[in-house]
């Protein structure tokens, strides 16, 4: 019984590490230059990778976009060499943006809605890491309005309120059988909420050259009213019973500083390095209603680092009507060794991007990206035990209209 508990203890704070998984999928421009946005100036994107960057903006605009995440993951037990696969589902990742001043105006609004966090992963049935997940299903959204003024002719400012909100429902066998040999499961529930704030600065000494530093600030999520429910034989329930927990997660923060370059008219150079503070993802408690001598409140080591990431893009105007860009970025995982876990088996990894820009008329553009990620990840962890080598492949083509106005 005790192995039994401690699969409990462990999975359970599985659910706030799923939400900080980051999703950098804001813009397709940007996502088509690498991800690169904190020192280059686009589109209404910039609410989020630089608000300060807005004032700049020389019309008002509203953009939509979507980007389907399409994954497939694979892991092999080390011990017995057993493949197993997921067979996910595609998420839809979105966003959302408006810019509104007066012609001319040094002051601009902006309110925009994004999918910061998000992630979609269902492994096979009866696969050997069953009773740390079966089934992970992450969405999150960030609603921000935005203020944002031209101080000169080369500096900008912007700030933008930031409200989260969140759902997520994880799911996992448990190691305990009925009289038909099925194991018990669990399933978890709940809905989040925190607050922040996205800041920005961004500089322009000449028409080539650019220079942004964005900061984005920890997000602390909180979800006080889940719901857990224990599938157990009979004689386990009153040792599992069904009910309410609360938990919370500091999401960290980001500090990225971004430049751009025109060698010419038509080429522009672009280069983003971010800091995120994943350190703050030190431990995780989990908060149970009802508690049992086999159903405790936990404490969890995560043991994040803090980390960085690099980026590389670029857009050539091949026509008036037409935009190329490619880009490449490099990201280091916060997941130490022995810490490694099913739900999002993270690993440092290259991300390669290329994107399309067509204008259809003086008014509407449509931009495309496509990017690609691998990761592999041979690991130990340190409470499951579980020991294997995870490989995960993602690809990401993505859309977004444009109006301006």
Same mark, same amino acid.
């Given at each position: 019984m005790k192995k039994v508990f401690a699969l409990i203890t462990i999975c359970a704070p599985l659910l706030l590490k799923a939400q900080g998984f980051q999703v950098n999928l804001q813009g397709q421009k940007q996502q088509g230059m690498g991800g690169t946005g904190t020192g280059i100036v686009t589109d209404g994107a910039s609410l989020f990778f630089n608000p300060g960057g807005v004032s700049f903006l020389k019309q008002n605009s509203v953009s939509v976009g979507v980007t389907p995440v399409i994954s497939h993951a694979k892991y092999v037990d080390a011990s017995s060499s057993t493949v197993s696969e997921t067979n996910s589902p595609?998420?839809?990742?979105?966003?959302?943006?408006?810019?509104?001043?007066?012609?001319?105006?040094?002051?601009?609004?902006?309110?925009?809605?994004?999918?910061?966090?998000g992630s979609t992963i269902d492994w096979e049935d009866g696969w050997t890491g069953r009773f740390a997940l079966t089934?992970?299903?992450?969405? &999150?959204?960030?609603?921000?309005?935005?203020?944002?003024?031209?101080?000169?002719d080369q500096l900008g400012i912007g700030a933008g309120f930031v409200y989260g909100i969140g759902k997520v429902n994880l799911q996992r066998d448990m190691p305990l059988v009925d009289e038909q040999g099925n194991y018990g499961h669990a399933t978890l529930d709940g809905k989040a909420h925190?607050?922040?704030?996205?800041?920005?600065?961004?500089?322009?000494?000449?028409?080539?050259?650019?220079v942004g530093l964005n900061y984005r600030s920890e997000v602390k999520m909180k979800a006080d009213d889940g719901d857990a429910t224990f599938e157990v034989p009979a004689s386990m329930e009153t040792a599992f019973p069904s009910g309410k927990f609360s938990t919370s997660l500091p999401l960290p923060k980001v500090i990225s500083l971004g430049f751009?370059?025109? *060698?010419?008219?038509?080429?522009?150079?672009?280069?983003?390095? &971010?800091?995120?503070?994943?350190?703050?993802?030190? &431990?995780?408690?989990?908060?149970?209603?009802?508690?049992? *001598?086999?159903?405790?409140?936990?404490?969890?080591?995560?043991?994040y680092e803090n980390t960085f990431s690099y980026r590389v893009g670029a857009q050539y105007t091949v026509s008036e009507k037409v935009a190329a860009r490619a880009g490449i970025k490099y990201l280091m995982t916060p997941v130490q060794d022995g810490y490694v876990t099913p739900d999002v088996p993270d690993a440092s990894h290259l991300n390669y991007s290329l994107g399309l820009g067509y204008k259809l008329n003086s008014r509407l553009t449509a931009d495309m990206s496509f990017t690609i990620q691998s990761m592999k990840r041979t690991d130990t962890n340190v409470e499951t035990q579980m020991s294997g080598s995870y490989k995960t492949n993602i690809y990401m083509p993505g859309i977004s209209l444009n109006y301006n106005f």
């Open positions: 595609v998420s839809y990742p979105f966003t959302a943006y408006m810019v509104l001043g007066k012609k001319d105006s040094k002051l601009k609004y902006g309110l925009a809605a994004y999918t910061p966090f089934r992970l299903q992450l969405a &999150t959204v960030y609603i921000q309005p935005t203020v944002s003024y031209k101080i000169t925190g607050y922040g704030f996205n800041a920005g600065l961004y500089f322009q000494p000449s028409s080539k050259f650019s751009s370059y025109n *060698p010419n008219k038509k080429l522009v150079l672009a280069f983003d390095a &971010t800091m995120v503070g994943w350190k703050s993802f030190d &431990t995780l408690t989990f908060d149970y209603e009802q508690n049992t *001598p086999y159903l405790a409140d936990t404490k969890s080591a995560r043991k």
